[in-house]
């Protein structure tokens, strides 16, 4: 199927899930989900924990049965046709799924013999994966050997080996240090543009779906509720950029605020906070150690009558655009500016926006 | 598909056979348990043993011999006449009780050990043999008594022979009976012989012709007859065949189809097991059909049990081969059955695995409901003591897999090779199971 110039690889319409709890209670963990994921793309599914992803995946995969709608992968039904469909499949599961007393190659051996593979071809594959996973000098040692960093790559080479179109990545940097999250990510990256494979990828970490995403597809309480590029999303929801002055000690007269306000295009608030001071608790008695709360959120703990920072904050439509008139009038005001920062809005912006709450809640 | 079948059994019996715990369990501990219980075996003569009501037919032939009547003695100490308690089983009715009898008090009595019936047909005796109604039928024939008696002629006490017709399914019962009229056999000659060299020896006190050199030759017939069973006991199976009894293919054949039937749930329950640490579903994600996944661990199971049980059945050889200092082959000689028997076993077993992890919801609760099972049937078949101790409840004993199996085993060592219905019970519930799994594991849509 073609949508302008692209091709649709997986199509889900009306997709639900229904389990029922012994108590008899049904609970709609999907609430009819409508899909395309393009050929070619890295499509994230970002929504916070239980909000449905897991069981559209397990769905899309043929681990569970939807109660309604259809999904169609490269034009296989999952329900009708699954076994057409589960040859252009790849996934990699949340949790580890290997054998832990048989080495990285054992594991990739039977699994690759599950998706058809066998004898020089087998070998083959299972030898790309090795080295596309950078595990090749390790390939004999068995799985309950490995780091859980290394655990993880085999857990991703496995869903490789028979060299899907599309490939699931459920949550794959869950619970891992930083340096393997980075080099899952990369990973990704690398399928996408090495092996010009689909990913579709499901994560909490708005990061990380911005940095890998085609498109996202947020998701909450098993309904997508916004769908589309990073930028799109964002433009959508018409987030703005927050821009952040530190000032110090100085005082900051209202009509520096003001002038902000009223002369520069594009800005809709502009406030100041300084910080505040809280005795650091068991140390009350002390007045060498406070916690300082900085009006951005932030908290650290300080000597008093150390700095005592204060901060402007400017929310503009094109905060970067603004910034040189605003650093204008902020000289001829005389307050001087010791710091800006400019942060632009990101997902996590869109999902309080969409939902009220952090992705992270 | 068979490639993929393989390769789900091959994970299987790769991470069994690399695993030196599990072998442990699963094949040295058979072999020691069954090796432990069989010479303990050995004291079952005593007073203690479980074994007692022993149903034995009585067919006394004997037509007598100079007012002689062995047969008849040896039928009122099966049976005695109402009210009067039975001989001792080690004692010889016309023999005072040795020294060593009296001072092993209390003895336990023909009447406690056996349940016996007199008939007069032999061939009625050996088909209640046949059809499980006795676990031996003892046949006395016309000329017991007259081969018996001296022959001043000849010199010699003639060969008798009683027939102790056992049954190769009660192989313990038959084999106690066939020692009891041995021995009763051996003294009741013996004491015959010895009446019949006092007469002559009276004889020749009062010079009566031809006593002294009776006298003599009688007295070598007696060391003879101390020397060697006169009295010959055949036993023999429903087959009529010649076989002695080894406690170790009892108890052997019982020990082994018990543990394998831990292994086939213990190895059924990887199924649950690879659902929790997701690689079942990862199996079910690529383009292998459900059912395959299924075929793949039965055939997993199914070869693991019978690579079980062949070394079990090796090992149970080789020990009674140490045993008796020299090799023996305790199963028989007939490898086609024997190789029969091993796979008729597997599958029933295999069977029972599949179908208690398909029940269990978890691993856990599989080898909770699988162990209950195993041991059940372990004690019904005869796994831990010779079910003729069930009494009345020995019916129960057709529902376990234990018995059929090592009820096989043991007409195989004991040369019957009527083996049929074992095989066919065995066969059609290793089937029956897997298909009722089969459809429990399918009904779970979701994994």
């Known amino acids: 199927m073609q949508n302008g110039h692209k091709q649709v690889l997986v199509e889900v319409r009306g997709l639900k899930k229904t389990f029922k709890r012994k108590d008899g209670t049904v609970v709609e963990a999907v609430k009819g989900i409508d899909l395309d994921i393009y050929r070619g793309e890295v499509f994230s599914l970002l929504g916070p924990n239980g909000a449905g992803k897991s069981t559209t995946i397990s769905m899309l995969s043929g681990l569970l049965s939807p109660t309604e709608g259809e999904a169609k992968i490269g034009g296989y039904s999952i329900t009708t046709q699954a076994l057409e469909a589960k040859k252009l499949l790849g996934v990699v599961p949340q949790e580890i799924a290997l054998y832990p007393t048989l080495s990285a190659r054992q594991n990739l051996e039977f699994f690759g013999r599950m998706y058809g593979l066998h004898g020089s071809e087998l070998a083959k594959s299972v030898d790309e994966v090795l080295d596309f996973i950078d595990l090749r000098e390790r390939h004999k040692d068995r799985i309950d050997t490995f780091s859980g960093g290394m655990k993880r790559r085999v857990n991703i080479g496995v869903g490789l080996l028979h060299k899907p179109q599309l490939v699931y990545m459920d949550e794959p940097t869950v619970g891992v240090d930083p340096q393997s999250r980075r080099r899952i990510l990369d990973t990704v990256i690398r399928l996408k543009e090495e092996r010009k494979m689909t990913v579709l990828y499901t994560t909490h970490l708005m990061e990380e779906s911005q940095e890998l995403s085609s498109r996202v597809g947020i998701i909450d309480y098993g309904q997508i509720i916004a769908l589309g590029t990073v930028g799109e999303l964002i433009q959508k929801v018409g987030e703005e950029d927050r821009l952040i002055f530190s000032v110090g000690e100085q005082q900051v007269p209202d009509a520096l605020l003001e002038r902000f306000r009223t002369e520069v295009p594009g800005i809709t608030s502009a406030s100041y906070a300084a910080s505040e001071f809280t005795p650091v608790a068991g140390l009350e008695d002390s007045a060498e150690l406070v916690i300082e709360k900085r009006s951005t959120g932030a908290m650290r703990v300080v000597r008093s009558g150390q700095v005592m920072d204060g901060e402007i904050t400017v929310h503009a439509k094109r905060g970067r655009k603004a910034l040189p008139e605003l650093l204008r009038i902020a000289d001829e005001m005389g307050v001087d500016i010791l710091s800006v920062e400019v942060r632009e809005p990101d997902l996590e912006a869109v999902f309080l926006h969409l939902t009220g709450r952090a992705l992270r809640e | ?447």
């Open chain 2, 1 to 447: 598909m068979l490639r993929k079948i393989w390769a789900i059994a091959y994970v299987n019996l790769y991470q069994t056979f690399t695993d030196r715990n599990l072998i442990i369990i699963m094949i040295v501990t058979p072999l020691v348990l069954a090796t432990i219980i069989s010479l303990a075996f050995g004291n079952l003569g005593s007073g203690s043993a479980p074994i007692q009501n022993i149903p034995v037919a009585i067919v006394n032939l004997d037509e007598g011999a100079s007012g002689f009547n062995g047969g008849q003695i040896m039928v009122e100490a099966f049976v005695p006449p109402d009210g009067e308690p039975g001989a001792p089983a080690s004692q010889m009715p016309d023999c005072p009780e040795t020294e060593a009898a009296a001072s092993t008090a209390p003895a336990m009595s023909l009447t406690d050990l056996t349940d016996a019936v007199l008939l007069d047909d032999a061939a009625a005796a050996r088909a209640g043999v046949d059809e499980g109604s006795y676990a031996a039928a003892v046949i006395i024939p016309a000329d017991f008594s007259q081969k018996m008696s001296y022959s001043l002629a000849d010199r010699q006490v003639e060969v008798s022979s009683i027939e102790v017709y056992g049954s190769s399914a009660s192989p313990i019962s038959a084999s106690i009976i066939r020692s009891v009229v041995e021995g009763f056999a051996n003294q009741l000659l013996t004491g015959f012989v010895a009446a019949q060299a006092t007469i002559e020896t009276i004889g020749q006190q009062f010079g009566l012709a031809g006593m002294g050199a009776a006298a003599a030759n009688l007295s070598q017939a007696i060391a003879c007859a101390s020397g060697r069973t006169i009295v010959s006991i055949e036993q023999q199976t429903v087959e009529g065949e010649q076989a002695d009894f080894n406690p170790l293919v009892l108890f052997g054949s019982a020990q082994a189809v018990f543990f394998a039937l831990f292994t086939a749930n213990a190895t059924a329950a990887t199924i649950l097991e690879e659902r929790r640490n997701g690689t079942l579903q990862r199996m079910v994600i690529s383009p292998t059909p459900r059912v395959m996944i299924l075929f793949g661990k039965l055939v997993g199971t199914f070869l693991i049990v019978l690579v079980q049980l062949i070394f079990l059945f090796i090992g149970f050889t080789v020990i009674g081969s140490l045993l008796e200092g020299q090799f023996q082959s305790i199963w028989g000689d007939n490898i086609i059955a024997i190789a029969l028997m091993l796979v008729a076993t597997t599958a029933g077993t295999a069977g029972v695995g599949m179908i208690t992890a398909a029940v269990g919801k978890t691993a856990e609760q599989a080898n909770i409901i699988g162990s209950i099972v195993s041991i059940l049937m372990g004690i019904l078949g005869g796994a831990f003591f010779a079910v003729n101790a069930l009494g009345d409840f020995e019916f129960l004993t057709r529902l376990s897999v234990v018995r059929w199996g090592s009820e096989g085993f043991s007409k195989l060592a004991g040369g019957d090779a009527n083996i049929l219905t074992n095989v066919i019970f065995l066969a059609i519930l290793g089937a029956l199971f897997f298909g009722i799994s089969l459809l429990m594991f399918n009904r779970r849509k979701d994994v």
